[in-house]
């Protein structure tokens, strides 16, 4: 959770508003870090609102701030493009090789979970239903498993939600709950 100081350290820096789009909590995390420890240095304040009071206290500081902030958050957009630009060398090598499984892996990643969940689920209904004096173990049994499964799932459910993010026109895409918030704030569009 973003602090009222640093929410306002962010709206002091419009550089490190745009980082928001799309942010996920680690990217809101590292910009808020990003604009508490500019803050601080440029002030020389040991404190996040202690530096916000000298900010607003002081335009040649402002302005400062303003710059370094703008300085951390290209540094932050060429991390994320060279991230992205990894990720996008990886999707075309995959989906313009020969091998026509290296094409469809990850789909094919997706029905195994789901024929593999669809099975397990049906055999515990099964169990539970025909033999109700062994549907204890083999509940325990199955919670042997959560951890497992919950990587599996967790792997699908992201893929399933980036194509789903992928399919959005362009003016949809990357628009969290708090760049929302941050564009209604801000009045930017």
Excluded at 32 to 38: E, G, I, K, T, Y
Excluded at 48 to 74: F, S, V
Excluded at 126 to 138: E, K, R
């Amino acid at each position: 959770m973003i602090l009222p100081v640093v929410m306002g350290l962010i709206q002091a820096a419009p550089a490190l508003i745009g980082l928001f789009d799309g942010g996920d909590e680690s990217t809101v995390g590292k910009v808020a870090r990003v604009a508490a420890d500019v803050a601080k240095n440029v002030t020389g304040s040991s404190d996040e609102g202690a530096a916000l009071q000298a900010l607003q206290a002081n335009p040649e500081l402002m302005l400062e701030y303003q710059r370094q902030t703008a300085q951390r958050a290209i540094s932050l957009y060429q991390e994320e493009t060279k991230r992205l630009q990894a990720i996008n060398e990886t999707i075309r090598t995959e989906s313009t090789s020969s091998d026509p499984y290296v094409r469809r892996m990850r789909p094919t990643m997706g029905y195994a979970l789901i024929l593999s969940w669809t099975m397990i689920m049906a055999a515990i209904v099964f169990v539970i239903v025909t033999d109700a004096g062994a549907a204890s173990s083999v509940i325990v049994a199955i919670a042997d498993l959560s951890m497992m499964w919950s990587v599996a799932l967790s792997v699908l459910g992201l893929y399933v939600y980036k194509r789903s993010e992928d399919k959005k026109p362009p003016s949809e895409q990357g628009y969290s709950a708090l760049a929302g918030l941050l564009r209604k704030v801000t009045g930017r569009p």
